[in-house]
């Protein structure tokens, strides 16, 4: 087993097996590197889009793409601060979040490019994160939601999610594009 820091989690370290799927669903070994990705990917799928597919509620789904690029900058702010905590040695437990509350209150919906920059900047705090913290950091363990997660897990986690959203985006909305800088060179 590889010593990486930023290595995949044990399935110990994750919260539940949904949050796991997560991230199985991720190719690579490095944290870091699927999260650095992830940048390109997001602005990318975001370039294609029109106001039409942005603010349309594509059935089955309930919210719309903005609503849903919304969710994906709350979600990296809650992932980031839990990272922080957790990273810290702060074992308080750490709250759950009501991602339905945040999208119904429509609160943060405004310029998409707004949100799209909005991302970029905490995606790329939480990998300077990340990046400064010490190794043994990683392994470090809380309660968040009502379930223990190391430092990895939640930096999986939070590109997982993502994932699992522009996935989605890209489904709804008959978009492919590249998703990594690397990809889109290759093609």
């Known amino acids: 087993m590889t010593r990486i820091a930023s290595r995949r989690p044990k399935t110990t370290e994750v919260g539940n097996e949904y949050q796991q799927g997560l991230i199985d669903q991720l190719d690579g070994n490095c944290s870091l590197m699927a999260l650095e990705d992830q940048l390109y990917w997001a ?4 370039s294609h889009l029109c ?3 942005i603010d349309k509620v594509h059935a089955p789904y309930e919210w719309t793409v903005r609503q849903v690029f919304e969710h994906c900058v709350d979600a990296e702010r809650v992932f980031g601060y839990r990272m ?6 702060d074992k308080t437990p750490l709250p759950g979040w009501d991602e339905n509350a945040y999208a119904d209150s429509r609160f943060g919906l405004g310029n998409f ?9 905490l995606r790329q705090a939480n990998l300077l994160l990340l990046r400064r913290i ?6 470090y363990v809380a309660e968040a ?26 489904r709804r ?9 690397k990809q889109a060179m290759e093609s």
Request: net charge negative; hydrophobic share 50%.
């Open 43 to 46: 602005c990318e799928l975001a």
């Open 145 to 170: 939601n009502g379930s223990s997660f190391t430092v990895r897990a939640i930096a999986w986690l939070a590109a997982g999610h993502l994932h699992h959203h522009l996935a989605i985006v890209e």
């Open 51 to 53: 106001s039409e597919q």
């Open 173 to 181: 909305c008959g978009v492919t594009v590249s998703r990594s800088a």
């Open 134 to 139: 010490v190794p043994a950091s990683w392994d």
């Open 84 to 89: 922080l905590r957790i990273a810290a040695g």
């Open 113 to 121: 490019s707004g949100l799209i920059a909005e991302f970029g900047f």
